[in-house]
């Protein structure tokens, strides 16, 4: 039994000394730091949630060293940024695995001095694709049961076989989530060759309300969107829709929720002309928009 | 939460503007908050509350099926309440009988699962908070 417990715990310190060159620390303000994924390709893909508001990095590569890179581009919705180094790294290849709930994680951050910091706790949850409130997809929920300080979000999460589930993300309540190595797969490469991920885009903000009864035959479903505010000039200012509206479904999807309208706003959709049913003084009426492109963050 | 939209606040109405870069959050706020651009008919008096949401973490894309949900006229007053209006003023203040307003106050509280109207106004701001997503 103890040789058993022994030998558990120094294959996780071996997993954790050879995978450490996956990890570096990017430098904030005030002598912190967050955690980030050296990536391959000269790329460092960090938490965007995590960034400052900036273009120049300063890094502390695997092993101390110490470099620059520049920001590639971020995705708030899928909470992705991608930089470039301005000198090459030397990652080891990360295997992409599937999370299993139940299985053991290894979660890895920066100690901000070229080491790294580890994390051992259980997928909590491994469930399937979910979109986040800045609208991007992630491929699973994944949840870990453990905790994670502010430095080590954006580090690499392993299973126990050494396979690469995902980037680390505190999510509300600082619960630690997982960012799929899917989703980096599918995203990543976007960020660098364009900067950005382009998503539809109508220029509001939408409140759920309950359609009142004098309007719910007419209407036919019980609740809509409420517009609580729009983007001046944005797609749906354009097409006259005020605040106030209820928005009762666009291209016939029904907003009966969030996900539904969050579908219709795919990459595919930009300029291209949604048709919205809304609800305005007492009646139902269409308005035909001309989806634009979601500004960045 | 930054000084600047203190007296927006006071109006009850919140819209949570999601933005990590600042001149933008400033150019939404200023959107809203214009009396320009929120035309004076507006069954709305919204007001913003800025996020950096570095704090607020990654959070999913809420999803409201099975609860109770407000219609605009109770969103109305509850404005109103947050506005510290008597069911008097409010009535005065949506043209409508101070009956109804009392309809709309007890179909809140109910709602809300609030005992008091203070109680209801913090609710709902959490509840708005939490579910304004801009798209």
């Known amino acids: 039994m103890t040789e058993l417990i022994e030998r558990f715990s120094s294959e996780l310190a071996a997993r954790t000394a050879a995978l450490q060159g996956a990890v570096a620390a990017i430098r904030l303000p005030r002598e912190r730091h967050v955690s980030a994924i050296v990536w391959q390709g000269g790329a460092v893909i960090a938490s965007e949630q995590s960034l400052p508001e900036r273009e120049e990095f300063d890094l502390v590569l695997p092993g101390g060293a110490e470099a620059t890179a520049r920001l590639a581009g971020r995705d708030a919705g899928t909470n992705i940024a991608a930089l470039r180094l301005s000198q090459p790294a030397a990652p080891p290849v990360l295997a992409p695995g599937e999370a299993q709930a139940g299985a053991l994680a290894l979660a890895l951050g920066a100690d901000g001095a070229g080491g790294v910091s580890a994390r051992l706790g259980l997928v909590n949850l491994a469930g399937p694709q979910w979109h986040s409130l800045a609208g991007g997809l992630i491929d699973r929920r994944i949840a870990l049961d453990l905790r994670l300080a502010r430095a080590e979000e954006g580090g690499p999460v392993f299973s126990a076989a050494g396979a690469f589930l995902g980037m680390s993300t505190l999510g509300p309540r600082a619960r630690v989530l997982v960012i799929p190595s899917a989703t980096l797969e599918r995203i990543v490469p976007l960020l660098l060759k364009d900067g950005r991920v382009a998503r539809g885009w109508l220029g509001v903000a939408l409140h759920p309300v309950a359609v009142p009864d004098a309007l719910r035959e007419q209407a036919g479903q019980p609740s809509g969107l409420m517009v609580m505010s729009l983007v001046q000039d944005g797609p749906a200012a354009k097409a006259g829709v005020v605040p106030g509206d209820i928005v009762l479904s666009v291209n016939g999807a029904q907003a009966l929720g969030f996900r539904r309208i969050a579908a219709q706003l795919a990459a595919e959709s930009i300029g291209r002309t949604a048709a919205l049913r809304i609800v305005r003084g007492g009646s139902v009426l269409s308005l035909d928009a001309v989806l634009g492109m979601r500004p960045a963050a | ?135």
Do not use: W, Y
């Open chain 2, 1 to 135: 939460m930054s000084a600047a939209s203190q007296p927006a606040i006071a109006a009850g109405f919140r819209v949570l503007v999601h933005a990590t870069d600042p001149a933008r959050r400033e150019a939404m706020r200023k959107l809203v908050i214009d009396a320009g651009h929120l035309p004076v008919d507006s069954p709305l008096a919204a007001d913003v509350v800025l996020s950096d949401q570095v704090h607020a973490g990654f959070a999913a894309m809420p999803e409201h099926g099975g609860q109770c949900l407000f219609t605009p006229r109770e969103l109305e007053v509850l404005g109103a309440i947050g506005d510290g209006l008597s069911n008097k003023m409010i009535a005065r203040r949506l043209d409508i009988s101070p009956h109804t307003v009392k309809f709309h106050v007890e179909s809140l509280l109910r709602k809300l699962g609030a005992r008091t109207r203070a109680e209801a106004v913090a609710k709902a701001h959490e509840h708005r908070l939490s579910n304004t997503v801009e798209l």
